[in-house]
């Protein structure tokens, strides 16, 4: 039988270098401004540019449910994938405590694709860091790591 495995890393936020603590802290600043009703699990998002900016956003829900919008989805709508100036180095992603389960929050499936999308078309891995409200944080420096056997252009035969 074949295996997939896939690196990791685990750290708390304090003990990450003080630029990617920004960023969480971002991320964290973001989730206060989540519109999230129905569910009421407050999620943001920083994503780090290349040329250092960064961007955030949080998730945006809706009374049809199937509507509303996970925060990394309406980050990324923002970011051209193909635009040079607009490469992504890593991203964010928290929540507001509201569940005894704290383990650091990851990127729901749909969200994986999205990611993957940009991180193929600028050729340049993105680090996602998965953070939960007591500064615990997974990470993994290249998005492919999140979904094995992803589907890609390449499938379209582009
Ligand atoms: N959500 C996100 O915004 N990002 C994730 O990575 C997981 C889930 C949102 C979608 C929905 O508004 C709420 O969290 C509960 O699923």
Redesign the pocket.
């Known amino acids: 039988m074949e295996q997939f495995s896939f690196p990791f890393q685990r750290s708390l936020n304090g003990q990450l270098p003080v630029e990617v603590q920004q960023l969480i802290v971002a991320a964290r600043n973001a989730a206060q401004h989540?519109y999230?009703p129905?569910?009421n699990?407050k999620?943001g998002?920083a994503v780090r540019m290349k040329d250092g900016r960064i961007i955030t956003g949080?998730?945006?829900?809706n009374a049809s449910y199937p509507a509303?919008?996970?925060?990394?989805r309406?980050v990324l709508a923002n970011i051209n994938p193909n635009d040079k100036q607009q490469e992504i180095k890593s991203m964010a992603?928290t929540?507001l405590a509201t569940s005894p389960d704290t383990f650091p929050?990851?990127?729901?499936g749909i969200?994986r694709q999205t990611i993957l999308e940009q991180q193929l078309a600028q050729g340049a891995p993105i680090t996602v860091y998965m953070c939960n409200p007591d500064g615990e944080v997974v990470y993994v420096e290249d998005a492919t790591s999140l979904l094995p056997f992803y589907f890609s252009s390449k499938n379209l035969g582009k």
């Open positions: 989540a999230a129905y569910s699990f999620v998002v949080a998730n945006h829900e509303g919008t996970c925060a990394e309406g992603v929540y929050i990851s990127p729901c969200c």
